[in-house]
């Protein structure tokens, strides 16, 4: 039996709000599934107490801790939490230690595993209220539990757990993650539908319980006049909505390592702010239907979020953490993102090609959250000048330079409305920057009493406010938008990034149109087995690869490298001997290569470039088929070199088709000696076959592997079989070797070529290694890992 606290005081007024009709007074059972957790402990008790001291005048109350543990186990745990709840800040000390002392008399743990236990806590419940001479006014659960044992729990509070008479409210609380992807949380949905109706749900997302995310849509009623004229693509240039922190998710690695930074974060906090900035204003901002409505037009006009919408990374110490925590071997790769920049966009009349940024990431360089909205400034200012600096709403959710939450409006755009009593307006401006620009270039508004938004939203769910939680449709909406893009990113792999400050420029993103890359076009990976320490020593992930350099990353920054590598190689020679002999291989994979160096790499010097075959199909080269049709169509006819530098291999001699007496062969070669200085190509790219041919110089031919020749005619296995290639001898002769491996596709050929010895006949492959010169290995994380 437990003891209840003071008399109920005065009739319910008459003409109260429908939230106050939603809680009625009386007594009410709060019982936390979880409620010695993390979560429990640093938030949810403390939020609970808040709500005790709120409201002790007006109801009793019972507090109820359940878990797995025994009581014998988990009382003192459970108590030791309580003692160490703080007292709100507008509560006397004196006030505080009295309410704390009744709080812990009425609060108690109770094992809960079975229906049996449930059971006996609704007898409890029912025989406090008959034997004190209760009116109960309603029972609140939260589930502060992992996702998974959300319906077990539902059904066995459902069976058993529900008020008797029907009087008394029942509500349960529901914490993130809510489902993994559409089909898992549409799952979710279904079970906790057999138990629960959706109005007895409350889905908390704790952002919405923050002051600042919670006064956006007030604030944007309350400054309607100046913002309707400006709230549209005419006159916002960006919106920026971006939580950054500095911690690892050390300890939290078992539930991070499955979800990543944007199920934990994007999907829900930010994308909920994005809603709030861009949806249609209600006419009634707590008509919790019309809320719903509107932030369901929203989500369906925002367009698909592809691949290219989106940049992921990691922070380098996260795969040692994973190994750890997970008890992974030292092999096992973990490709979950810690650091996402997505960009979305939305098809509407009134953010047409307004660029939306949410961006999140663990291990950077402050703790700070915030909404932008960055405004077109169309005044230029041949001095400083007032009126040219940024125009700006920002809406700052706390931490970093400001400290405290505020919300910010450039004093050259307007001087927003204040709503006395709960928000003041900062006039004392510290010589603080936000942003990169002074504080005082801001009307600033913070609220006047700052809350938590755990205790925030536990009031509103006493009191029945539904409009700051997640309604199942609104949650089906979200996870149908952000879908695809995890299912696209999937087999991504991240950019590693060292942590903190040594971030550098790593993680710093440019927008091209509708999609969004990384600003440095090398990715960046964590090389700790170098021994680096900062950003100015990351390397892109290089290695060794039977014996030779390796050079490893995902395939638009491989694509990057291998032509920044070939730019550099090809000024060096020019500077050297005004010349530069490449080579280049056939097929599909190095088209994306081509792109690259003919439509990115301005600078090259492609006039004083001569362009070689390394191996051709002994088909007409105005066929589709040909290695040298390949070339013309994805590099020759977008640069501007001499056609006397281009040197085709004649396949099609004296109109006929790769014919030994013809030696057409023999006749490439010799101009090869004739105009390649000791016949040493500066640089030749290959690629590799499943066979494990290079070029085209497949496992058998013994001719093409001999040292007599550097062109010789082959058969392929496959249609066309007759082809022209350069010998081994011819290859293994120049400065500078790469091979291009691309695709999922190759992964068991390069794992089993890591095993085998040099055989070229069977692999030729193998037999590529330059006499005087180098050989660099360029695979892509599929290839590499699979």
């Keep these: 039996m437990y003891a209840t606290t003071f008399l109920l005081l005065l009739a319910l007024c008459a003409n109260r709000g429908r939230g106050e009709e939603k809680q009625s007074r009386g007594h009410v059972s709060v019982v936390v599934v979880g409620g010695t957790g993390d979560l429990a402990k640093k938030y949810l008790w403390q939020g609970f107490f808040q709500l005790y001291s709120n409201q002790v005048s007006r109801n009793t109350f019972s507090f109820y801790a359940g878990g797995l543990l025994s009581a014998d186990k988990a009382m003192p745990i459970f108590f030791g939490i309580l003692k160490a709840v703080p007292c709100p800040k507008d509560v006397s000390d004196e006030r505080c230690a009295l309410l704390k002392e009744q709080f ?76 993994h992807d559409l089909r898992s949380a549409q799952a979710l949905a279904a079970q906790l539908g057999e138990a629960l109706r959706d109005e007895e749900m409350y889905r908390i997302d704790h952002y919405l319980g923050k002051q600042v995310v919670s006064k956006i849509l007030p604030f944007r009623v309350e400054n309607k006049k100046f913002l309707d004229p400006i709230w549209n693509k005419h006159h916002i240039e960006r919106i920026e909505i971006v939580l950054k922190e500095t911690l690892d998710v050390q300890g939290r690695i078992h539930f991070y390592d499955q979800y990543g930074v944007i199920r934990d974060v994007i999907q829900n906090h930010l994308t909920e702010v994005m809603a ?188 029945g406010h539904k409009n700051s939680f997640i309604s199942t449709e609104n949650l089906l909406a979200s996870w149908d938008l952000w879908t695809p893009l995890l299912e696209s990113l999937a087999g991504s792999f991240p950019r590693v990034y060292p942590g903190g400050a040594d971030n550098g420029d790593l993680l710093d993103i440019h927008l091209k149109g509708k999609e969004i890359a990384y600003k440095r076009d090398v990715v960046l990976l964590g090389a700790d087995q170098l021994g680096v320490e900062s950003a100015k020593s990351f390397l892109v992930m290089q290695g060794k690869y039977r014996g030779a350099h390796m050079v490893s990353a995902w395939p638009e920054e491989l694509v990057e490298r291998l032509a920044a590598d070939i730019q550099e190689a090809a000024e060096a020679a020019v500077l050297q001997g005004g010349v530069f002999h490449l080579a280049l291989s056939g097929g599909s994979t190095p088209i994306a290569l081509f792109h690259r160096l003919a439509l990115h790499h301005f600078s090259f010097p492609w006039s004083d470039t001569h362009i070689w075959m390394v191996d051709e199909r002994c088909v007409p080269l105005t066929d589709p088929e040909s290695n040298f049709h390949n070339i013309q169509q994805h590099v020759l006819q977008h640069v501007r070199i001499p056609y006397y530098n281009i040197h085709p291999m004649p396949v099609q001699f004296k109109q006929r088709l790769c014919v030994e007496d013809d030696a057409a062969a023999l006749l490439y070669q010799e101009d090869i000696s004739r105009l390649v200085n000791g016949s040493r190509f500066h640089f030749v790219l290959l690629g590799v076959g499943h066979d494990g041919h290079t070029a085209s110089l497949f496992p058998g031919a013994k001719a093409a592997h001999s040292d007599n020749g550097l062109v010789v005619l082959t058969e392929s296995p496959i249609k066309p079989h007759r082809r022209m290639s350069l010998t081994l001898s011819a290859i293994n002769r120049a400065h500078r070797v790469a091979l291009l491996v691309m695709g999922k596709g190759k992964h068991e050929l390069v794992t089993q070529l890591s095993r085998v010895k040099d055989e070229p006949n069977k692999w030729p492959v193998t037999g590529v290694k330059p006499t005087d010169g180098t050989l660099a290995w360029y695979m892509d994380y599929d290839t590499l890992l699979g």
């Design 104 to 179: 812990l008399r009425l609060a108690q743990y109770r094992q809960l595993k079975s229906h049996d236990d449930y059971r006996d806590l609704a007898q409890q419940i029912e025989q406090q209220a008959q034997e004190e001479g209760l009116t109960e006014a309603g029972r609140l659960f939260y589930l502060a539990v992992p996702a998974f044992a959300y319906a077990d729990i539902a059904d066995k509070i459902n069976t058993n757990c529900r008020p008797v008479d029907g009087a008394a409210w029942f509500r349960v609380v529901l914490e993130k993650p809510f489902g």
């Design 276 to 463: 709030l900035l861009t949806m249609r204003l209600p006419t009634n901002v707590t008509d919790g239907e019309e809320l719903l409505q509107n932030k369901l037009r929203l989500f369906s006009s925002l367009l698909p979020l592809g691949k290219n919408r989106a940049v992921v990374g990691q922070y380098q110490a996260y795969q040692a953490g994973v190994q750890q925590e997970l008890n992974k071997t030292k092999d096992y790769i973990s490709i979950t993102p810690t650091f996402a920049a997505v960009l979305a966009h939305m098809d509407s009349a009134q953010y047409d090609g307004v660029p939306i940024l949410l961006i999140s990431g663990k291990m950077l360089d402050e703790r700070v959250g915030y909404a932008r909205v960055l405004f077109k400034n169309d005044v230029f200012c041949l001095q400083h000048d007032f009126y040219c600096k940024p125009k700006e709403i920002i809406f700052y959710f706390g931490h970093g330079s400001l400290r405290y939450p505020a919300i910010l409006v450039s004093k050259n755009l307007f001087k927003p409305s204040l709503t006395e009593g709960e928000w003041k307006e900062v006039t004392d401006h510290t010589n603080v920057n936000v942003l990169g620009s002074p504080l005082s270039d801001y009307y600033v508004q913070t609220p006047t009493v700052q809350r938590e938004a755990y205790a925030e939203l536990i009031s509103h769910i006493f009191a």
